[in-house]
């Protein structure tokens, strides 16, 4: 899961990729087995498609378009169009990798370099479990959540900090999965971890794992409404559904294990 951030490197390619999208998935000759779903697999099926209409620009513009999206799912980062290359992929700086050229269109490998793009993003994120890649909002495909308020940015960054001192050293692979919040929620059970860096990691789970943003909806706690004074997590639009990861963990007591686990899968839907 990658963060959804405001577009900066604008350009007429970056306009016409999601048109450009819908071309491709218009091809009514598609073999059923090709889902057109971003993931690393989607890859696969559609490798041998590439060389079998190669000349044929639409769908050779329409597979750049999808290949640089599904990647950029991955590692993060944005479009770029240089001299040399009219539609480059430019991943998250921090994982220091090369730009991805797609004209000309690659033919094969698309998988391995998926699979190298996750493994620069785990080795990162070894060094830093609290981060995670960012990826500029393609226009028509993401929209960018609001920026946080000073308060919530600061409490966001506070305890990401916080997280990564109290786990580092500590057993567990602490990655954003479904698994980890089953440890943390065990944690949590036991007193062992501080509450805000519990209702931080809860949150992130949600975001990092379906999208969306954290909202504060500032103002001191109103009887009845839950929002009032808390941090929670919002999905995307037309995405709806929240989460008060602090209410959550005030709710451990009175509920079964595996309370995180659906919480995110619910979250999810």
Request: charged fraction near 25%.
């Given at each position: 899961?990658?963060?959804?951030?405001?577009?900066?490197?604008d350009s007429d390619w970056v306009q016409a990729v999601h048109p450009r999208l819908g071309n491709l998935e218009d091809y009514q000759d598609l073999p059923e087995d090709v889902r057109l779903d971003f993931s690393p697999a989607?890859?696969?099926?559609?490798?041998?498609?590439?060389?079998?209409?190669?000349?044929?620009?639409?769908?050779?513009?329409?597979?750049?378009?999808?290949?640089?999206?599904?990647?950029?799912?991955?590692?993060?980062?944005?479009?770029?169009?240089?001299?040399?290359?009219?539609?480059?992929?430019?991943?998250?700086?921090?994982?220091?990798?090369?730009?991805?050229?797609?004209?000309?269109?690659?033919?094969?490998?698309?998988?391995?370099?998926?699979?190298?793009?996750?493994?620069?993003?785990?080795?990162?994120?070894?060094?830093?479990?609290?981060?995670?890649?960012?990826?500029?909002?393609?226009?028509?495909?993401?929209?960018?959540?609001?920026?946080?308020?000073?308060?919530?940015?600061?409490?966001?960054?506070?305890?990401?900090?916080?997280?990564?001192?109290?786990?580092?050293?500590?057993?567990?692979n602490w990655d954003f999965s479904a698994d980890s919040l089953d440890a943390l929620e065990a944690i949590a059970r036991a007193g062992e971890v501080p509450a805000a860096v519990a209702e931080w990691y809860l949150g992130e789970?949600?975001?990092?794992?379906?999208?969306?943003?954290?909202?504060?909806?500032?103002?001191?706690?109103?009887?009845?409404?839950?929002?009032?004074?808390?941090?929670?997590?919002?999905?995307?639009?037309?995405?709806?559904?929240?989460?008060?990861?602090?209410?959550?963990?005030?709710?451990?007591?009175?509920?079964?294990?595996?309370?995180?686990?659906?919480?995110?899968?619910?979250?999810?839907?």
């Open positions: 899961m990658v963060r959804i951030v405001p577009l900066e490197d989607s890859l696969d099926a559609l490798e041998p498609l590439l060389a079998a209409r190669d000349g044929d620009e639409t769908f050779a513009d329409g597979a750049r378009a999808y290949i640089g999206e599904t990647l950029m799912r991955i590692g993060g980062g944005r479009w770029v169009v240089t001299d040399d290359n009219p539609a480059a992929v430019r991943f998250d700086d921090a994982l220091g990798l090369p730009d991805l050229m797609l004209a000309p269109l690659p033919h094969a490998g698309l998988r391995a370099t998926a699979r190298r793009v996750a493994a620069a993003v785990a080795e990162r994120q070894r060094t830093d479990p609290g981060w995670t890649p960012a990826k500029q909002a393609t226009p028509g495909l993401e929209k960018a959540p609001e920026p946080a308020s000073p308060e919530l940015a600061g409490w966001l960054d506070a305890q990401s900090a916080a997280f990564a001192e109290w786990s580092r050293g500590r057993v567990g789970t949600l975001v990092r794992r379906g999208g969306g943003a954290w909202t504060f909806m500032a103002g001191p706690p109103v009887r009845g409404n839950i929002f009032r004074g808390n941090r929670y997590v919002r999905k995307a639009p037309p995405r709806t559904g929240t989460v008060v990861p602090v209410v959550r963990l005030a709710a451990l007591e009175r509920t079964e294990p595996g309370d995180f686990r659906r919480a995110l899968e619910r979250y999810c839907r």
